[in-house]
């Protein structure tokens, strides 16, 4: 029952005596994690409370709204509260687990709360980070889902939803017909039978492994899918189970319905879950960067998710976000810098074209976990071969259930047999720690490039009969602008707010060309300037004209660039 | 029981409410309302929530027995919140399905939503009125970071926004030739100088230099749905069905399987002229076309209406926007969409015979010939705090005019719409065995075949509804175990059966002495035959 502070009974002298740094890693970190397992919801709000009560200044723990099974959507806000509110300044959000089988999402997500609050004692880097900007990490944003995948009998890709049962052959029956866990091993697992016509055979040299036989050959065994049977006497077996609709076509750019795109549920935001992290994000235009994780196979993808849209991913945000994405392939040897619509399937209705399409936001989706992590070779996603490697040497036949007969209800007699729900698409334990950092490295590198601003000059001119003019150069001395070009084609976020506070302000104006004197005045509110943007390593110039003498302050206020001052 | 004895007082009173003469008020809508659903065992009123604004969003649930096994006709009326009529048409519609044609409701049921946008519809009660489309939400049209800065202000204090003219050789308008009290775009390209800058009547309160584009309203529901969602656009908001009120509608509707048709009263049209088929937009991922036998459909039934209408209507050239509830209804819903103003004027000709092309030439030239005189705002010269140095008048058609006819007018209107929905609801698909024969087999084996027969001009999918999740297939299934089947399935799913369309079953069963065989889906009933063996 002490748990929740365990982290305070391993003093800092008994660390030393016990332990050695590595690099890169809180040694002795107040809160205790193993980096090398899954987590139940039960188990994620466990560690996220501990953060919170050891790191009050730098964790705020909030939930965001409710599952369609009532479960708490968590939100962990990482910042320094200490330096100025953590929802004005520029933003970074992360999430994971949409899919709810895609689990390891979420064990990155919170790793990457873990690091930044662990490490912020001893790294400049990390104070400043946290100074200047704020991670907005939901870790998982399927939770009802997630805990029936591993609490319940599944196969490694089921389900893929959420947990509202739809009638998926339409017979006008919900849910009637779904997995049986035949042989009670809480995992389904696939159904094989011995038939004179079968076109497959056992390998001898690994009888775990079925083979297909050559065209002109006589097989041995036939398939029969995944184990179940026909509960609802339709002659077809699980054709109506959890699952359907899926979270990620139900977001509201593009949004098209299931005909067009399989999946989508009832309109954008149909699943309370997407509906939760809306509106999150609609209250906090600070977030300029954001990550969805998934899985698998070693991707950063950025979208357009469907071919139709490919006209919205414009060649100056496309810049910025290979900018990134390309620096990201280094720090995630084995991952591939990718586009959905081309590279992977096209499709409409998902998480990262809503983040950029409808709110001009910089984000991709990483899909988790790839081949070349087991032997650095790229063996492709869903490899067999590779995967009877993966378990002969490295995790011993942990991941398999060996064939089995049983005997089957309509089937007769079958065997069962074949790969966890855990294995493949998963990390096994001990290639997470390391995959999960190197995520994390990505997600800081692109939330320290969302925009800084500074106001880096001011000049004073004197002008005739007790009038000046003050000109204010701002930078963002970092890749991303305040304002997509995405955001300015339809105005998304308001303009910057470059303000003048003090003097009585007779006119104001954006400075074009300095050099030549091109201006463009503002002819309402002067002294409060409208920019459309900052661009990314780049400044902007305002000039007011003023009256007297007076002290005066700037503001720079922008939603996405946060808020700034400098006075006289 | 209860129920009827309570109906007669209250009838006698409702006749002295209903004597009205304009369109009611929402708290005269909801006291009819409340009538119908005490007064009559057939209805039942439900709010399915509030809008932004506080307002109820009413449906009126009509039928019998089992009503939601049925199929049923949505009629929704208020998607603009300008067209009063629609509202004034779905009331009335309810009250004459319940007193004069009950019959219809033992084979349909109607879900009638008379007013989706009621924070709007107030409007016309305001002190001051405006065509509005927009709810109560707070919404930043303009997009600067400032909610409803500016928007439109009575410049000449009689409580209607209507048009200014601002006199200026900087102008884009001109009179137009035959009518100088309306303007028209000048065509500079001709030589033509324009005379006058046009704007909606207000003045621009925040000096941006715009005018009125950040007022008091919020999402227009009719253009805020996911068909060809206007994205950013004024009114649309950010993200499709983004207003609490679009979701109520939208749950009930996607959880009521049996919806067959959906009625709208508004703007669209394609009653008196059905859409046009362009098989490339009816082909692609993303459907832009009414598919080709859904098409032929709408013609046919576009016929039928024409038969209701006195004259050769004036169609207004709209047969859906961006974002709006008909084209939903079929395209993302895949259910047969209907939709009208409800009210068409006859085809005016200008001096030179020709028909007029714009709604507004024809309501204006049949507006002189019936000797109208209450629908244009005489132009006055109002002081103007952007335009001081020039002449600024206010004036133009009236508000709601153009949408809605004289309140006298709506009974004869109400009473067409309702024989013609009737007549649809009466084609609603009609399942029915047909053509059943047994066969007694040697030992105790018997042959059974039966065709399962549409009896309906109305295939029991649209073409796009085939598609579609949210149309069940029909189900055919048998009430004996599968394993006493020799031949054929205990149960058969069917996508569609065309319009009088059937579909021959045949099994063999053994050892039964009667069973049933059920057949339907929940927009096309349910029917079950009894087989002794």
Known sequence: ?568 | MVKALLTLPLLLFSLGLLAQDDYPTLKQLEERLKQLDIGFQEANLKSLGKTEGGKDIWLLELGTGSLHQKPAMVVAGGVEGFHLLGVEMSLQLAKKLLTDNKAILEKSSFYIFPNLSPDAYEQYFAPLKYERRGNAAKIDHDRDGRISEDGYEDLNDDGLITMMRIASPTGDHVPMEHRPELLRPANPQKGEKGQYLYKSEGTDKDKDGSFNEDPEEGIAFNKSLTYQFPAFETLAGDFPVSQVESRFLLDYLYEHPNIYTVFTFGPADNLSKPLAHDPQKASERVVTSIQKEDQILNEWISGKYRKHLPEDPFHNGNQGTDGDFFQWAYFHFGRLSLSTPGWFLPKQKDENEDVYSSQKDNFLAWADKQGMQDHMVEWVKVEHPDFPDHTVEVGGLKPFVLHNPPFHQVDSLAQIHTEFIVELATMHPQLSFIDMKTETLDRGLTRIKVKLFNDSPLPTHTALGKKSRWLKKIRVELSIAAENLLSGEKITLIDHLDAYGSREFSWIVKDGKTLTIKAGAPHTGTVSLDIAL
């Open chain 1, 1 to 568: 029952m002490f748990c929740g502070f365990c982290f305070s009974l391993i003093p800092d002298m008994q660390a030393q005596e016990k332990f050695f740094r590595a690099i890169g890693t809180p040694h002795n970190p107040k809160v205790q994690v193993s980096w090398n397992r899954y987590h139940t919801n039960e188990g994620l709000l466990e560690i996220m409370r501990n953060m919170e009560k050891a790191y009050p200044s730098l964790v705020r723990l909030e939930s965001i709204g409710k599952s369609y099974e009532d479960r708490d959507i968590w939100m962990l806000t990482i910042s320094d509260f200490s330096k100025g509110d953590p929802d004005r300044k520029p933003a970074m959000y992360i999430d994971g687990n949409i899919h709810s089988n895609e689990l390891q999402g979420t064990e990155f997500s919170l790793y990457t709360a873990w690091y930044l609050v662990e490490m912020h004692a001893d790294l400049p880097f990390i104070q400043e980070l946290l100074e200047d900007k704020t991670f907005y990490i939901a870790p998982s944003i399927n939770p009802d889902a997630r805990d029936y995948f591993i609490k319940s009998p599944n196969t490694p890709h089921s389900p893929r939803s959420g947990m509202i049962k739809l009638d998926d052959d339409l017979d006008g029956e919900v849910a009637e017909d779904g997995f049986d866990d035949l042989n009670e091993d809480g995992h389904i697992t696939m159904m094989i039978r011995k038939s004179p016509t079968g076109r497959y055979v056992k390998d001898q040299r690994d009888p775990r492994k079925l083979i297909a036989v050559d065209p002109d050959e006589l097989g041995e065994y036939e398939m029969l899918g995944y184990e179940g049977y026909d509960r609802d006497g339709d002659g077809k077996v699980n054709e109506d189970g959890i699952g359907y609709y899926d979270p990620n076509r139900d977001w509201g750019w593009k949004w098209q319905p299931d005909y067009v795109q399989r999946g989508a549920y009832k309109y954008p935001f149909s699943q309370p879950e997407n509906r939760a992290v809306m509106e999150f994000v609609m209250k906090h235009p600070n977030i300029a960067g954001a990550q969805s994780y998934h899985n698998y196979g070693g991707m950063i993808l950025r979208g357009p998710g469907a071919e139709e849209d490919l006209e919205t991913y414009n060649q100056e945000d496309v810049r910025i976000y290979d900018a990134i994405a390309k620096k990201g392939e280094e720090m995630l040897p084995g991952y591939e810098y990718l586009v959905v619509y081309k590279d992977l399937y096209s499709v409409f209705g998902g998480e990262l074209d809503w983040f950029y399409g409808g709110r001009g936001i910089y984000t991709y989706s990483n899909e988790l976990m790839t081949s070349y992590l087991y032997f650095h070779k790229d063996a492709g996603r869903g490899n067999q071969d590779e995967q009877m490697m993966v378990d002969k040497y490295l995790t011993f036949g942990d991941a398999f259930v060996d064939w089995e007969s049983y005997d089957h209800p309509q089937f007769g007699e079958i065997e069962i047999g074949g790969f966890k729900k855990n294995s493949g698409r998963l990390h096994p334990g001990f290639l997470m720690e390391q995959d999960a950092h190197r995520n994390m490295a990505f997600t800081v590198y692109h939330g320290f490039q969302t925009p800084k601003l500074e106001v880096i000059e001011v000049k004073e001119e004197s002008q005739r009969g007790g009038i000046k003019t003050v000109t204010a150069t701002i930078r963002n001395s970092r890749l991303i602008p305040t304002h997509s070009s995405q955001d300015l084609k339809y105005n998304i976020e308001r303009p910057d707010w470059i303000s003048l506070e003090g003097p009585e302000v007779l006119a104001g104006m954006v400075v074009v060309d300095e050099d030549f004197n091109k201006v463009e005045e503002q002819n309402f509110e002067p002294e409060k300037i409208r920019v459309k943007n900052i661009p990314g390593m780049g400044m902007v110039k305002v000039r007011w004209i003023v009256k007297g003498n007076r002290n005066y302050r700037i503001i720079v206020d922008s939603a996405k660039g946060g808020v700034t001052n400098w006075e006289k």
